[in-house]
Structure formats: C-alpha cells, structure tokens
C-alpha cells in the first residue's frame, strides 16, 4: 500500500483491496473466536460506507469486534452505551457556556462521542427513539448539526450498533428509517462447541493476543474509490433490482410468500447497498465485475431489516432470512438483450 | 469486438445446442401442460368411447404448445443468453456476459477493461464441446412417467369399453340361443301352463267380438266432406223430415187437445176429428199400439214409459169413478203422468167411444234434434243467423302484428264441435285468402 493508486495497476489495486481485507479480517480473527462472516460482513459494511446493526444475545464478542476493528483500522474509536435516559446531546454533543482569558462567556460546542471514526452504539434499543434519531444524520449524512450549525464528521466515519434480541422489556424497536441507514444487519449467533473451547484457550490462559494495525483511515478512504469503481453490467442491474422489486408485497415480482408475510418490502437505498455489496463481493473474489451470485450471496444482510413482516408473519415465525430465500430461488437470473 | 473475439467465438460455437436444449425444455413443458389434461380424455375413453375428434386434441394441443413454448424460448436465444449459460456451467460468474454488455455499451477504462480482458482470457481455456450447456429439466422424469402411463392408457391393451362391448355381444348371443331352444322346443303346453295357454282363446272370442261390433258401426262419416258437401239425398231427407214433423205440427197438435178440454160436451167434442195428419195420427197410434202390447207381456219398463212421447189414455170409464177432478193437477189432486210432469199435465179429458190423443210432453220435438243430423241442421242454421248482424270493422290480417307468438305446447287443443268445423276451416282459409 506504499504506492498512490495512480501508480498501481488495476489488477495490483484490486489485489491490494483482497489482501488489506483479508488482513483486517485475519486481525480481528485474533481476537473474536469465529463469526468469520460476521467479520467479512463487517468490513464490507466498512468498504460500502455502510453502518451495521448487529444482533445477538449478550457476551458473545459484539462489541470486542467493534472494538478490535478500531484497533486494526488505526481509527479512533468511542462507545456510547445507550440506555433509557440517555439524551441526543450525550451523543452529539452539547452547547456550553465557556469563559475566555478575558472574562468573555460564550457558548463552546463539547462534542459528543460521535465525533470519532468509530462509534459502537452499544444496546441501542434501549434509548428512546429521540435519542436514536440523534444518530440518523450522522449515520447517512456523516454530519451532525447542533443549533444550526453542521458538523461534519471525519472519515472514514462508521457505526457499528447492537441490540439484544431476547431481553425486549423495556427497549424500543428501532423505527423503520433508522434500520433503513444500515447497510447490513447481523445475526450474530451463539458460537459452537469448537469455538468455545478456543475462547476458553484465548482468554483464561493468557492475555488477549495484541493486534497490529493494517490499514488508515486514508486507506479504507482509496479501497472506498475502488469499490465504486467496480462495474456492473446491465443484466446483473436488472436482477438486482427484481429481487428488491420482489419484497413488495404488490409488486409483480412478488412471490406468495411475499404477498402473504410481508407488510413493506426494501427501500431504493437497500438496492444500493446491495450492489455496493456485490461490488466488494466481486473484489474479494478477484473479479473485476459483479455478477448474480454477489447480489445473491449479499441479499440477505442487506434485505432482512428492510423487509417488514405483518402478523401473520410474526405469529407463524416466518422470518425474513426464508422470505428472502424464496425471493432468490423464485427469481431467475435472465439476461436481456441490450 | 477485438477484445471479445474469443468470447463470440466461444459462444458462437455453443448457440446451436442451446437451442436444441431449449427445445427440449419446450417439449417437456408441452408435455407437462398438456398431458395433465389428455390423461383424463384418454382414461374416459376406457370407459366410454370417446370420439375420434376428442381423442385427437391432446397430440394437437401437444403440439400447439411445442411450438409456442419453442418459439418463446428460442427467441432468447441471443448471445448473452449463451453467454450466461456458458459463466453458468464454466463457473465465470457472469464474467463473460459481462464483458459482451460493456463491449456492446462502449463501458472502457480501468476495472471495465479490465473485466473484458479478463474475461476474454478465461473464453480462450473453454473447451465447448465439453461443455453441457444444458440439463434435463426437473420435471422430466415426471413428465416421462406421465407419457408412458398416457401411452398405455391411450393405446394399450387397456379397453374397458371393448369389454364393455363383448359383454353385450354376449349378452345378445346367448339370448338369441334361448329364443332358439324355445322355438326349437316342444309344442306341447305342460298342465301347469294351461290357465295360461286359454288366455288366447279369451282374447279371441273378445276380439270376435269386438269385430262383429265394429262391423255393425255405421261407416265413419268424413266431417270435412259433410259439412263442406252434404249429400242430396241426406238434404232431401232432412226436409221431408223437418216437413212432415215439425214442431209447429206438435203446437198444433197439443192446441187441438186443450180445444177438446175446453169443450162441455163431451160427445160434440168427440165428434170434432183431432187437428193431426192422418200420417201423424197413424204413427203415433202404431208406437201406442206397440208399448201397450209389451206392457201387457210385461216387457214394458218405467225407462220405456218415460221415452214415450205420445200415448193413448186410459179407458175413459176407468176415469170417471171418482168425477171430474178440479184444481190444476199436481201430487195432491192431479193425476200426474208416467213421465212424472208435475208441471201441469193436462187434465184427461173422457171421451166415450174413442181414445184420444193426450200430449203430455214435448220430447216428440226433441227426438229428432238429437241426432247428429238434427245437430248439423241446427247448427248450420245458428251459425247463418248468427252471421247476418256481423258488421265488418276490419280485416284479419290486421291481427297477427298484435298477436304473440306461442310455442306449440302451451297451445290448448280442443276438438272442434262435428257442426262448426266446416265454418272453422272456413274462417282459416279466409285469413290465408286475407
């Protein structure tokens, strides 16, 4: 990563995107037990400019991954625990009264903990929708503003969020919009035998192994170009926009399980993380283009919370994960002549 | 193009048998839509034999639907329709019909480049003869089966309705073969079967019967010809008959009686010669005559009495014990007729030396009107009476625009009286005339 992308070829950028990947990807493996796709999703999330909702029970490595993931990056990385008091200026910062040398009082904006590179919004169903909304600028916009002034927040900016999908008393469900500015969401699923047993190793007889920084922020920044970069062609536009086309329940891509579970399908900005997915799909798998297997392979992250169920649905446990599927299965991959 | 020469070419080389796979695909689906349906036609027919025409839809519609399913799915048949079949089966992940798109577009520069070169370099490892570009569809074992079972019931040795068929033929054989053995058998009737056998003999002598009663029928008379055409001879009669017994020839006679009543002295009016044609006169007394011989035999009924028009009285000595009765007849003091008339029959009047006539009813008018030629007669005469005050107000054509039409069922048939039927085809025939 030595040389400007000016300097490198094509073939050399895009094998240096797999392998500044890979790397990160080995470095948090160091620390987080498992959850290889979880990591890989993660870091896609990260090359696409995205955010990432992760769900899972408690104490299974959720925030020790976001946590990591900041020491790998070399980015600065703050920890906002949300609760039911917490307030939006505890997040973006607050207006207050500062004196001078010369006795002047004025008003000086404190930052809040979103002015960082990376900000893991622990629990974040527990504060209340003000609260939450508190972060909807910052997550698409990259900015904040408070008393009318916007604050732009420093790249490579992004928001790693967890909820805990078992304890529900008193939390509140992320509205529709804000699950929308999340480019992924992320089961996060109790490990396996194998997998405790290394964690048992990892971390009762010594100390966390230390990780080593593989990448800046400048370079997360030039991977970003080179993802949008990547081309798509036309029949692969196509099918990605059928398959989310098809979580409209009145769409006439929809399918029957669609029309009877789902109450609202996916947003246009669900096809864009789709295809940002898909881009970063193709360069870890050493090609130049996207193809229907990217969009297929990253459907279901970018779609399961972008999809509501109704409540024949929920009371069925008909999750989103199999509606999705059938929506790949039922769709075919056609190619139309131009 | 220069760029994705290898990829044309490999596609190029590959496009045939797409097509003929995708005409497979086009027949196993033809198959699956329409077998679904012909299977049933075809079991119907092992039962009941179904037209030739019926039987011949479904290879029809098997092949209506080949050729719209081929011509639906050879018609994508293009080259980046080959080109996906080949990333498929190669495993390029749409590199190849990604490349044709961006050349097609004009897409150049950097990862585009790139991604045409690279695809055009994995174009030039394929091999397309190894390639299987297609696959059976899924569906065709089931489609297989669904031709077979088909096949066998459409043209196997399965044929209930032939079965059927024998059955009846047999069924028809053996009981020819009965009819045989019974002709074939003893004429002799056994005992038991003999109440049976005179039931012949019953219906015989019933039929004699009924032909010695037909015979003794007067011919049918042909309505038509007699009421258009009456004989001369029949028109001849009638009027020697109306002339000779009329009924102002009965009113006369019952008005000379009641002259003989009103006369006080018996011999003068016993003088007076009763006002009836000698013709008349020797009638009546011959019919008298006759009923007084039968009831002096016994052979006379109360029926026979009521019939008699016009007979002679009683002996005027057998009359006159208890005087001349007064009052106007009745149960209580008169004495009323055989014809049981309690409406004032008249009183016997005695006449000594003679037996004169007493009119006790009119019915002698009547016995001529109750034939059917008195009928014809009167009824020709009613309806040209009738017909004098008709005045004319319009046509009979004017009357079928007003009228519904009727179906033929509802139609209520009555048989038109013997007199009128002449004047009904009459009045038909003149609405056609009309």
């Not at chain 1, 039911?84 to 002047?104: H, R, S, W, Y």
């Not at chain 1, 006439?252 to 970063?280: D, M, N």
């Not at chain 2, 039968?294 to 057998?318: F, L, N, Q, R, T």
Request: with cysteine; hydrophobic share 40%.
């Amino acid at each position: 990563m030595s040389d400007t992308p000016q300097d490198m070829s094509t073939d050399q950028r895009v094998k240096d995107f797999r392998d500044t990947f890979m790397k990160m990807s080995d470095e948090i493996s160091k620390v987080i037990v498992g959850y290889k796709d979880v990591i890989n999703n993660v870091l896609t999330a990260l090359m696409c400019r995205g955010n990432v909702l992760l769900e899972g029970v408690p104490g299974i490595g959720k925030t020790m991954l976001v946590r990591t993931l900041g020491e790998v990056l070399d980015l600065r990385f703050r920890r906002v625990q949300f609760t039911a008091d917490l307030m939006p200026a505890d997040i973006v910062g607050t207006q207050m009264i500062a004196q001078d040398d010369a006795g002047n009082r004025t008003f000086r904006f404190e930052r809040g903990p979103v002015f960082t590179h990376c900000l893991l919004a622990d629990e974040i169903n527990r504060a209340t929708p003000k609260t939450q909304s508190a972060l909807l600028e910052a997550m698409e916009e990259h900015s904040v503003t408070v008393a009318g002034t916007r604050y732009v927040l420093e790249e490579p900016f992004f928001v790693l969020a967890t909820q805990n999908p078992i304890e529900m008393e008193g939390t509140y469900p992320l509205p529709q919009a804000e699950l929308d500015k999340f480019i992924f969401k992320l089961d996060v699923l109790f490990p396996g035998l194998e997998e405790l047993d290394e964690i048992i190793v990892r971390t009762t007889y010594e100390e966390m192994p230390p990780v080593n920084v593989v990448a800046s922020g400048e370079e997360i920044l030039q991977l970003r170009k080179l993802v949008l970069e990547v081309p798509i062609a036309p029949h692969v536009e196509d099918y990605a926009a059928r398959v989310v086309l098809a979580t409209q329940p009145r769409s006439e891509f929809a399918t029957e399980l669609v029309k009877r579970y789902i109450r609202a399908g996916s947003s246009p900005r669900g096809l864009q993380g789709l295809i940002l997915a898909g881009k970063v799909k193709a360069l870890l798998d050493s090609r130049y283009c996207v193809s229907c297997d990217d969009v297929d392979e990253m459907a279901v992250p970018t779609l399961r919370h972008r999809i509501q169920r109704n409540l024949e649905a929920e009371a069925e446990e008909v999750s989103t994960d199999v509606i999705i599927a059938d929506i790949l299965e039922k769709i075919p991959q056609t190619v139309e002549a131009v | 193009m220069a760029r994705t020469q290898a990829i044309v070419k490999v596609v190029g080389r590959v496009t045939g048998r797409v097509r003929m796979w995708r005409l497979i695909e086009a027949l196993v689906r033809a198959c699956k839509w329409v077998l679904w349906g012909a299977l049933p036609v075809y079991i119907v027919n092992l039962i009941w034999s179904l037209p030739l025409v019926v039987l011949l839809l479904p290879p029809a519609a098997l092949v209506v639907f080949f050729i719209v399913f081929g011509v639906k799915l050879l018609s994508g048949v293009n080259r980046f329709e080959v080109a996906k079949v080949i990333d498929d089966q190669v495993g390029l992940k749409d590199r190849m019909t990604s490349a044709l798109y961006f050349e097609r577009l004009g897409f150049s520069g950097g990862l585009t480049d790139a991604a045409v070169d690279d695809a055009s370099q994995l174009a030039e490892r394929v091999d397309p003869g190894r390639l299987s570009v297609g696959s059976m569809p899924t569906q065709t074992v089931a489609v297989v089966v669904l031709v077979a079972l088909t096949v066998v019931v459409a043209v196997g040795p399965l044929n209930i309705a032939d079965w059927l068929t024998a059955d009846k033929e047999t069924t028809v054989t053996e009981e020819a073969a009965d009819a045989q053995k019974k002709l074939d058998g003893p004429t002799e009737v056994p005992v038991a079967a003999l109440p049976k056998a005179m039931e012949p003999v019953k219906r015989k002598e019933t039929l004699e019967q009924m032909t010695k009663l037909e015979s003794e029928r007067p011919p049918e008379r042909d309505p038509d010809s007699m009421d258009i055409e009456m004989d001369p001879d029949l028109e001849d009669d009638i009027e020697a008959i109306k002339a000779s017994i009329s009924l102002k020839d009965m009113e006369d006679v019952e008005e000379a009686f009641k002259d003989d009543q009103k006369t006080s002295d018996p011999n003068e009016r016993q003088e007076r010669p009763p006002k009836i044609a000698p013709l008349d006169k020797e009638l009546l007394d011959d019919i008298v005559r006759s009923k007084k011989e039968k009831m002096k035999k016994g052979e006379g009924s109360k029926d026979d009495a009521i019939g008699i028009a016009v007979k002679m009285p009683a002996k005027p000595g057998a009359r006159q014990k208890g005087g001349p009765r007064k009052g106007r007849g009745g149960h209580g003091g008169g004495d009323v007729g055989e014809s049981g008339d309690t409406k004032g029959p008249p009183r016997r009047v005695n006449i000594p030396g003679r037996d004169p006539l007493i009119v006790e009813s009119r019915r002698s008018a009547d016995i001529i009107q109750k034939t059917d030629l008195e009928r014809v007669v009167m009824n020709e005469l009613m309806m040209r009476l009738s017909m004098e005050d008709v005045r004319v107000v319009g046509k009979a054509a004017s009357v079928p625009p007003k009228f519904t039409e009727q179906k033929r069922d509802p139609v209520v048939e009555e048989t038109v009286p013997l007199g009128l039927r002449g004047y009904v085809q009459r009045y038909f025939e003149g609405l056609a005339a009309e």
